[in-house]
């Protein structure tokens, strides 16, 4: 296991990979504090400031208000079945777009998981490569988010997308 810090407008970012397959990313918060919860969750990862720069880069340029896709690859083996099936569908979602959890319970395969959905974004491993930020609930509204900011990142986030949600 390895680990990085990017240095980006909104602040630092971290990732954890293995065999260059991200196995977790955290949103950006101050250097320190990301470094602490990588430390916490995964001690024997050894940090590797040229780990994945192509990541990094697109990293970067995301926060910067560039319109970025990560198409690289993920490690969800550890996550339970119906809730990678949830993270999948929800890596889909476009760039500026937005899906309710209703929608990705029905991606899922199962229309009647609304809360389910919102379990397993609550549970994300790899927030901002699976974008949950850009899950509303059906009305439209904002709809909670587990980062260091709470909903106040998942707001700046959709307005750095252009989110016509907002």
């Known amino acids: 296991m390895e680990f990085a810090i990017v240095d980006t407008k909104a602040g630092s970012f971290g990732f954890v990979a293995h065999d260059r397959q991200l196995v977790a990313?955290?949103?950006?918060d101050k250097k320190d504090r990301v470094k602490k919860r990588v430390r916490r969750e995964w001690p024997d990862a050894k940090e590797n400031s040229s780990l994945m720069p192509g990541f990094r880069k697109r990293v970067s340029d995301y926060f910067?208000?560039?319109q970025t896709s990560f198409d690289v690859r993920l490690d969800l083996s550890d996550v339970p079945p119906f809730r990678r099936k949830v993270l999948e569908q929800c890596r889909r979602i476009p760039y500026g777009k937005t899906a309710s959890y209703q929608d990705l319970a029905r991606a899922?395969?199962?229309v009647n998981a609304a809360r389910a959905v919102g379990s397993a974004m609550a549970h994300n491993p790899l927030p901002l490569v699976?974008?949950?930020h850009r899950v509303l609930r059906a009305d439209g509204s904002i709809g909670g988010f587990s980062s260091p900011s709470?909903?106040?990142e998942k707001k700046r986030m959709?307005?750095?997308e252009g989110c016509d949600a907002l």
């Open 25 to 28: 990313t955290y949103l950006p």
């Open 64 to 66: 910067s208000g560039k």
């Open 108 to 110: 899922a395969g199962n």
């Open 130 to 132: 699976v974008p949950c």
């Open 150 to 152: 709470g909903v106040a």
């Open 158 to 160: 959709l307005r750095l």
